[in-house]
């Protein structure tokens, strides 16, 4: 599905990504734990393409992605940032907005779905109505995974989605992804938390990041 080939990035001749290579299959699970700093959003943004590498490449269904290839490649794998950017209005035109998209043109906004996935996290209708400026910082969490989700993507690239929620709020988005994720064996998602026992909840695989490497392990061995 998604590969990364010895991908690099460097500043000040400092590796802030260090040779990493990685492969997502189709109904993957997999969460990045690691220290501030190691990296760990840099390799997310770089799966998604926003930002630029000094080495190696990105290749989705086994071809390489660039120019024209991008917006489709975009439309597919969504990258959330742990402060997503929302437009200075309510919710629901937040969510609409995206439909008005070339690239989502063949899509239709569903209110009603947007209506069953905020249950899902805890929240009526009445959300929708909410106005952007009166957001808390979880809240646009669940805005814009919302959004993401209502334009069906097939792979989510999930930077701390709960970091700005209580217990339950973020178990609620737990369950949310986890939902989305069951209703097709096509799906992927990778997954950075601080909280490993989060990643033993949400992923069924980890990676570990230190100093812009990465690497495989387990989380038995306690925090």
Not at 63 to 70: A, E, K, L
Request: contains cysteine; proline residues 3%.
């Amino acid at each position: 599905m998604l590969q990364a080939k010895s991908i690099c990035r460097r500043s000040n001749g400092h590796h802030l990504l260090n040779d990493v290579s990685l492969v997502v299959s189709p109904g993957d699970r997999a969460a990045i734990v690691g220290t501030s700093g190691s990296g760990k959003t840099l390799l997310l943004r770089a799966l998604a393409l926003l930002d630029p590498l000094d080495s190696g490449h990105v290749q989705w269904q086994g071809n390489r992605i660039g120019g024209s290839t991008v917006p489709l490649f975009r439309s597919q794998v969504m990258y959330l940032s742990q402060r997503p950017v929302l437009l200075e209005a309510s919710v629901a035109e937040n969510l609409q907005h995206p439909f008005k998209l070339n690239v989502h043109r063949k899509k239709t906004f569903d209110r009603d779905r947007a209506v069953s996935l905020l249950a899902v996290m805890g929240r009526d209708k009445s959300f929708l109505d909410k106005h952007q400026r009166d957001l808390s910082g979880g809240e646009s969490q669940i805005a814009a995974l919302l959004r993401a989700v209502l334009l069906s993507p097939v792979f989510l690239l999930l930077d701390e989605p709960t970091a700005a929620l209580d217990r339950q709020a973020a178990s609620e988005i737990e369950s949310m992804v986890t939902n989305w994720l069951d209703q097709s064996a096509e799906r992927a998602v990778v997954w950075i938390t601080h909280d490993r026992q989060q990643a033993r909840r949400v992923a069924r695989s980890w990676w570990q990041m230190d100093g812009g490497s990465i690497e495989s392990t387990n989380l038995d061995g306690g925090d």
